[in-house]
């Protein structure tokens, strides 16, 4: 029973890794980790009871039951441990410059800024009250519900609303690696997915001027920036886990390249960076989990 129990863990960890979280590579890690531990204590248990007494076998047996239980314990442990993390909500937004930008119609885009938590719990059940913000034209460029969000509402969110473009402020927009437009911020939305932390999104207007440019980009994916030249951002992470249901959707020079991954358990538009002649992550990306 023990050794079919290692049987199964092994091939747990021996599962591809997922790529929209990290979360599941660190539960794989974990797992890998668990079966060493059950492999080493399962050889050895009944190593060192055949140390302690060779001669009663009665004993001997009894001692080795109630270690491997201990040892299916502790593995039982590490098991659960691993599987609660992968139910740890991961922040969407984790830069406060840079942000994935997405077409939200035909003069305005759409960009979630900043995570935080809402002080006024929404239920499902106050959701039929309210008035709904129409989706992106660009379905990527949501996962939840989108709620309108006024200036002082987003003033009562925790912990730091302050950090989040206000209303009037012009901001860089990316088309791509040559081509870039000024946008003013003109509103909030909240994405409220049922938990106590949101997304809050800026809508943010593009000049008459620049409309046609706009509307003939040929992605409906951007860069949103509130600096005048934004520096490359940090590599985090050596594996984009790239797969054949990885498609590349914008171009930025040496910002990068914005690409959507796509899984069984949601989808992630991430800004991927080359680095010695491999795509590594950075903390630029909107990620949406099922």
Known sequence: MAGNALRLVISISARPI???SRVVFYQSAVLRTAALLGTVGFSRCPTLLTRESRTDYVSLSSWRKTLKIECMRALLIVTSAALLMQSVPRPT??????WVAFRYDQDRVISYVGRLQDSIPITMNALKSLDLVKTPINRDGSCGYLL???EERLHTFVPD???????????LLLLGSDSEIRVTVEGFVEEWIGAPDITVAVLARIPMADVARFRSAPSSYFLLTSENRPSPPPLVGSDPGLRATTQG???FGV???LVVIRAENGREVTLLRLNNGTFQRTS???SCRG
């Open 18 to 20: 997922r790529p929209i």
């Open 93 to 98: 937004v984790r830069s406060e410059s840079l």
């Open 148 to 150: 309108p969000l006024t």
């Open 161 to 171: 609303p302050e950090k989040i473009p206000q209303i009037g402020k012009e901001l």
């Open 249 to 251: 959707v914008n171009r």
């Open 255 to 257: 910002l990068g390249d």
């Open 284 to 286: 630029i990306e909107y």
